[in-house]
């Protein structure tokens, strides 16, 4: 793991003494007229502070050393840097995307996208970070840190786009468990509700009954014609019988003859 950080957060280096001269030799050979001894001045200083890892004020140098020659690589790759180190990632990236367009050296071109990778590696923005570090192996084949790093760069990458992949699963499982359970309260509700609408008409019934049976017990039941017939023969019949029989207790009276 520590190899690993680091590959990450190494940020290709200012350049060496050595480096630094042949940049300069280099531009002067191609654009004798846009170095002064002012750039120069800039640069020397900033890589003084750089290398006292005051890189606020080194950025500051290499600002001036830009302001005055904006296609100056040296100028550009080491601002970058020094923004980079500050954890300023997004600013530090677009100079270094400046480095990319102005520079005609594969090696200066190489370790400008391998940086722009390392700023997208510290923001965890994995698919960009395997894109720079793709275009650092176009220009530079045989290097080994961007290997490295794409290599991280791309397993993060899957992890990344597994992570979410589950994510979205498990959101789809709880969607699919909420409309479930949703189901199942409106079908209980749907029931609830039947069952006091049936509940409510047995009620109605009820009363309906109830009301029909007060109101037979308070008024006289009506007779058909035939039914009162029937009635009244009966009545005649029984006061006939009561007759016949009051007669018979009654007794016949006897004439008496009489005693002449």
Avoid at 40 to 50: A, D, F, M, P, T
Avoid at 94 to 117: C, P, R
Wanted: proline fraction near 3%.
């Amino acid at each position: 793991m520590v190899q690993l950080h680091k590959y990450i957060f190494s940020f290709r280096a200012v350049p060496t003494c050595t480096q630094l001269a042949l940049y300069v030799l280099v531009v002067l050979c191609l654009f004798p007229w846009q170095l002064s001894g002012q750039v120069s001045r800039y640069l020397q200083k900033g890589n003084s502070l750089y290398g006292q890892q005051r890189y606020k004020e080194a950025a500051a140098d290499y600002a001036r050393a830009v302001a005055k020659n904006p296609t100056y690589t040296p100028g550009l790759f080491n601002l970058g840097n020094s923004l980079y180190q500050q954890k300023q990632f997004d600013s530090s990236r677009k100079v270094m995307e400046q480095t990319a367009k102005v520079t005609k050296d594969k090696g200066s071109l190489s370790a400008a996208n391998y940086n722009i990778g390392n700023t997208y590696m510290s923001q965890q923005k994995w698919e960009e970070a395997v894109s720079a570090y793709k275009k650092t192996l176009r220009s530079n084949p045989q290097d080994a840190d961007a290997k490295y790093n794409l290599s991280y760069a791309e397993q993060m990458l899957k992890k990344q786009q597994q992570d979410e992949k589950d994510k979205k699963d498990k959101e789809k499982d709880k969607d699919k468990k909420d409309e479930k359970n949703k189901d199942k309260k409106d079908d209980k509700d749907k029931k609830d509700d039947q069952n006091k609408d049936q509940q409510n008409k047995d009620d109605q019934n009820k009363d309906k009954k109830e009301d029909k049976e007060q109101k037979q017990q308070s008024q006289p039941s009506k007779l058909s014609p035939q039914e009162a017939e029937r009635l009244l023969n009966a009545l005649q019949q029984e006061e006939k019988k009561l007759q016949d029989k009051m007669k018979k207790e009654k007794g016949v009276p006897v004439k008496m003859s009489r005693d002449w």
